[in-house]
């Protein structure tokens, strides 16, 4: 099943869900479940069926004080777009200091300038 199907699946909640997760990157399931509103036995099974249709990654952490999860978009979500400029990827990827003199940094700046949109 493609992740458009999975979400086409989805119950109100479970979009609420997604979105909030999407919409700030990254969120721990303790505050996922106050942020919905909801009881934290059902946000803990919607994170559990987002997870299952790999719509979000779920990481054990401990916050608070407390074991629980932190649930992050999965990479698919995340738009690389801002990084390429044509067919090249941002100088700045990999890079501790990149020189703004540099040709790979200028041919860059370049593509982005021409690039249609």
Known sequence: MSAGEAEADLSEDERAGLELIRESGGIHQSDFWKELDIT?????????????????????????????????????????????????LSPFIGEEEVNSNSN???????????EEY
């Open 104 to 114: 790979a940094f200028s041919q860059w700046l370049m593509n982005l300038a021409y």
């Open 40 to 88: 934290s036995r059902k946000g803990s099974r919607i994170a559990e069926h987002l997870f299952e249709l790999d719509l979000i990654e779920r990481e054990d952490t401990v916050y608070n004080g407390h074991n629980t999860y932190y649930l992050e978009p999965t990479a698919r979500d995340l738009d690389f777009a801002m990084l390429m400029a044509g067919d090249m």
